[in-house]
C-alpha cells in the first residue's frame, strides 16, 4: 500500500507541477530563483545521505526512538554547497547594490541576531566565523538587497513541491531509507513514518508546512488545489504532528482573509496583525506558564527547563548558534533534541540571550510594518511558521539549516511589490486610467 500510495502522489505532484510551472513561466526571477537554490542547498545534505544510504541509525533514549545521523562525508559536501551559495550571494549583492536598492531595518535585525549569535559562541569557546555563519551573513545581505514581490512566491512553492516529489519517489523505490518504524506516541496513517528524502518525519513535514502558503499563492486554478492538496496530504502521511497542527491555521485563513486576493479589505488587515499578536504571544508565554513540567508536550518541557536554568549563567548574550548542540556532548539532551529547544523563542533566548530576544521581537515587528500593504499575505506565511514555534524552531537565525530558506521568503513576502512583474503593469494601469 505504501508503494502504491508514493508513486500514484509522485505521479499527481509531477503533472501539477509541470502544469504549473507552464502557467508561471513568465513570473520567474532572480529572487525567486535565489530561495530555491539556497532551499535545496541547505536541504542537499540529508537528500543526499537518504538516497546513498549514507547515514547510521542510533537509538535515542531520551525520545526512545531511533535517531538518523548524516555520516561525516555528507558535511563535506555541505560546505562545499555552501561555498557556492555563498558565492551566488556575493555576486547578486554585487548585482545589486548600484541599483540602490531600499535597506530595510528586517534584514538590518536578522543580519544583526546572526553576528551576535555566532559572536557568543567565544563566550563557551566555540568558532565565531565557520563556514555556515560566513554563508549565512551573505545570504541575509542579498536578501536585505534583492527585488521583494509576488514573483519570489515560485521559489518556496517549487521547493516544496519538488520535497513531495522526491520524498514519495525514494520511499516508493527504497522504503527503508525513506521511512522509519512507527514510535510508541505516533504512527503515520500508511503504518510507518515518512522522512522521506530528509532526516526524520519531523523535518520533512515542517519543510512542506512552511512551504504551503507559497504553493496556495504562487498557483492559481485547478493547479493550486492538486498542488496544495499533495502537499498537505505528505504531511499528513508523514506522521508528524506538529506540522499537521502548524498548517491549520494557513487553512483557516484562506477563506478569512482571502490571501490570493489583490483587493484591500482593512477589516482582514486588522485581524492579521492580531492573529501574528496572538501566535507570538503565545509562542513566548507557553514555556514560562507554572503548569508546564519535564513531560510536558511529550519532554519538550524538559528542554525549555534545561535552558532556562543554563540562562541564569548568561542572561544578556547567551550561548551562541552552536551552543545547544553542545549539550548533547555534556548528555544534557539527547540527540533528537540537538537543533534546538523546540520553542522559537526559547531558542533564540538561548542563543542571543536577552539581546537576541529583543532583536527577534524587533524584526517580527518591521515585518509586519514593512508588510503593511500585504498585511493579510504577510499572516497567510507566518501562521505555518509561527504556529510551528510554540513546540518546534523553524527559524535558525545563527547558523543555515534546512529551514533557514523560509527566513528568506517570510522577509522577501513583506513590503511593496518591487517585482519585475509588477512594473511592467503599472504603464498598463496608466494608460487605461487614461482611456
Known sequence: MLTAAMWTLAAISTVGLIAGLRQQQSRWNVTAVFVLAFAWVVN???????ITGRFVIRYDP????????LLDANTTVRNYLLAAITALAV???????????????????????????????????????????ICLVAVLVATMLLPRGRTMWLGPAVFGVTMVIASAVLAAVDPARATYLCRTDKCGPLGVLITGVTQSENALALALALSFPFVYLAFTGRVRLVLTTCVLTMIYLSGNRTAL???????LLIPLLRPANETR?????????????????????????PWIDQNSFTTRGYLWTVALERLSNEPWLGFGASGW?????????????????????????????????????????????????????????????????????????????????????????????????AADLEPRRRDLVKR
Open 44 to 50: 542537499a545534505p540529508s537528500f543526499i545521505g537518504a
Open 62 to 69: 531520551t525520545v526512545q526512538a531511533d535517531v538518523r545521523l
Open 91 to 133: 555576486g547578486l549583492i554585487l548585482w545589486a547594490l548600484p541599483r540602490r536598492p531600499e535597506i530595510r531595518s528586517t534584514g538590518l535585525l536578522a543580519l544583526a541576531l546572526c553576528l551576535l549569535t555566532n559572536i557568543s559562541n567565544a563566550g563557551i569557546g566555540l568558532p565565531v566565523v565557520t563556514p555556515g555563519s
Open 245 to 251: 497542527v502548524a498548517v491549520v491555521p494557513a487553512l
Open 265 to 289: 479589505y482593512p477589516a482582514g488587515e486588522t485581524f492579521g496583525r492580531l492573529f501574528i499578536g496572538a501566535l507570538a504571544v503565545i509562542g513566548l508565554a507557553l514555556p514560562f506558564a
Open 325 to 421: 548542540a553542545r549539550l548533547v556532548q555534556e548528555g544534557a539532551i539527547g540527540q533528537a533534541a540537538i537543533y534546538s529547544a523546540h520553542n522559537q523563542w526559547i531558542d533564540v533566548l538561548y542563543a542571543g540571550g536577552i539581546v537576541g530576544l529583543a532583536l527577534f521581537a524587533l524584526w517580527l515587528y518591521f515585518l509586519v510594518r514593512e508588510g503593511r500593504t500585504e498585511v493579510r499575505v504577510l499572516t497567510f506565511v507566518l501562521a505555518p511558521a509561527l504556529a510551528a514555534g510554540i513546540t518546534e524552531r523553524p527559524w535558525s537565525f545563527g547558523l543555515p539549516d534546512w529551514l533557514t530558506w523560509s527566513v528568506l521568503a517570510v522577509m522577501l513576502t513583506a513590503g511593496r511589490d518591487e517585482s519585475t512583474a
